[in-house]
């Protein structure tokens, strides 16, 4: 088993090559949790390839390293493998992430994780409160009309015909 862990604009890509053991990733995923703790990303890119698919972890042991890399809730983790099995196996821990609260999915192509990754860091700031409590004191959609359904409402309003129907 041999690995890259590069830097690049916005997260960071780590790319495993060969793996052959649960162990030889648990070595891989401590090495991407140094180089994060150097360079403060909150997307990583896990990119493993030419590696045997792994469909039983041990929980305690693996998501405890993978806690601690995508363990603050600002933190995205996008899996990337090169065969159909290996990307089934991804699916699987990244459910198993998921179910544990982590921010983990994976994909089958390197276009797509990055742009999910990309789209998580842009995510809109909380509002400010001046800005809430403009929207607080606007009404409700309900009570809102806009001056098209206003126009439409007197357009169609009709006179009762019989104005002892009430």
Do not use: C, Q, W
């Given at each position: 088993m041999y690995y890259l862990i590069?830097?690049?604009?916005?997260?960071?890509?780590?790319?495993?090559?060969?793996?052959?053991?649960?162990?030889?990733?648990r070595e891989f995923v401590h090495a991407v949790i140094r180089?994060?703790?150097?360079?403060?990303?909150?997307?990583?890119?896990?990119?493993v390839r030419l590696s045997r698919s792994l469909f039983h972890v041990e929980p305690r042991g693996f998501f405890a390293y993978f806690r601690k890399l995508a363990g603050?809730?600002?933190c995205s983790v996008a899996l990337l493998g090169d065969i159909d099995e290996l990307n089934l196996s991804h699916e699987y821990l990244a459910l198993l992430a998921r179910q544990q609260g982590l921010n983990v999915v994976s994909f089958r192509d390197e276009a797509t994780a990055l742009r999910w990754l990309s789209a998580r860091q842009?995510?809109?700031?909380?509002?400010n409160r001046s800005e809430r409590r403009q929207s607080a004191a606007e009404p409700p959609?309900?009570?809102?009309?806009?001056?098209?359904?206003?126009?439409?409402?007197?357009?169609?309003?009709l006179p009762n015909p019989c104005p002892s129907c009430g």
């Open positions: 590069t830097v690049e604009p916005g997260y960071l890509r780590a790319t495993m090559f060969d793996r052959e053991t649960l162990e030889e990733t180089e994060n703790e150097k360079h403060r990303r909150s997307a990583i890119l896990i990119d603050n809730s600002s842009r995510r809109p700031e909380r509002r959609p309900s009570e809102r009309r806009r001056p098209r359904e206003r126009r439409l409402r007197s357009i169609f309003a």
